[in-house]
Antibody, heavy 122, light 107 residues
Framework: EVQLVQSGAEVKKPGESLKISCKGS????????IGWVRQMPGKGLEWMGI?????????VYSLSFQGQVTMSADKSTSTAYLQWRSLKASDTAIYYC??????????????WGQGTTVTVSS | DIQMTQSPSILSASVGDRVTITCRAS??????LAWYQQKPGKAPMYLIYKASGLESGVPSRFSGSGSGTEFTLTISSLQPDDFATYYC?????????FGQGTKLDIK
């Protein structure tokens, strides 16, 4: 079964660092882009960025998130990561990882992780 | 960035109704559009690609159409399982922006 399994919920204080993970299985992890999507409480989906695990130097960030988060990937463990150096209360959200389709007709997200809830509160 | 605007934001309908959700792009995206369904507490689910292509396993009551800047998602006969929030997403150019969502609820 093709799946992405994300790390568990996190509760952090403002200013703390955090790294959440997304482990792929059931497919060749290095052949598909992995994206990250934010969903703030009660709000819609926001495209944060995307990384190619086959070559982690290949990544694209939304300008809204550039400099705020860092994406990375570890080929050896088929795991993608999203990290923050200094969290803010406004980072409170659910973060989804998702696999970008490899079809020539679609660059949409065909497989999604279950989401990681991040709560930042003093 | 390409802005995606969905209408309506909330749609009330009954089981068996035919409903249509509209998504407009701020510039032409050809047919590079996807639709997703999200239920409360769950990750989004991929429904439609390239504006009108039905993803494998998605019921045939779902259909998409459009090109350029205007797109629609139609559910031909609403089932109880269809009450959810729907999002469009363009993948013409980065960042691959989403619409703000349309919540489909029971009348």
């Amino acid at each position: 079964e093709v799946q992405l399994v994300q790390s568990g919920a996190e509760v952090k204080k403002p200013g703390e660092s955090l790294k959440i993970s997304c482990k792929g299985s059931g497919y060749r992890f290095t052949s598909y882009w992995i994206g990250w999507v934010r969903q703030m409480p009660g709000k819609g989906l926001e495209w944060m960025g995307i990384i190619y695990p086959g070559d982690s130097d290949r990544s694209v960030y939304s300008l809204s998130f550039q400099g705020q988060v860092t994406m990375s990937a570890d080929k050896s463990t088929s795991t993608a990561y999203l990290q923050w150096r200094s969290l803010k209360a406004s980072d409170t959200a659910i973060y989804y990882c998702a696999r970008r389709s490899s079809s020539s007709e679609s660059h949409a997200f065909d497989i999604w992780g279950q989401g990681t809830t991040v709560t930042v509160s003093s | 960035d390409i802005q995606m605007t969905q209408s309506p934001s909330i749609l009330s309908a009954s089981v068996g109704d035919r409903v249509t959700i509209t998504c407009r792009a701020s510039q032409s995206i050809s047919s590079w559009l996807a639709w997703y369904q999200q239920k409360p507490g769950k990750a989004p689910m991929y429904l439609i690609y390239k504006a009108s292509g039905l993803e494998s396993g998605v019921p045939s009551r779902f259909s998409g159409s459009g090109s350029g800047t205007e797109f629609t998602l139609t559910i031909s006969s609403l089932q109880p399982d269809d009450f959810a929030t729907y999002y469009c997403q363009q993948y013409h150019s980065y960042p691959y922006t989403f619409g703000q969502g349309t919540k489909l609820d029971i009348k």
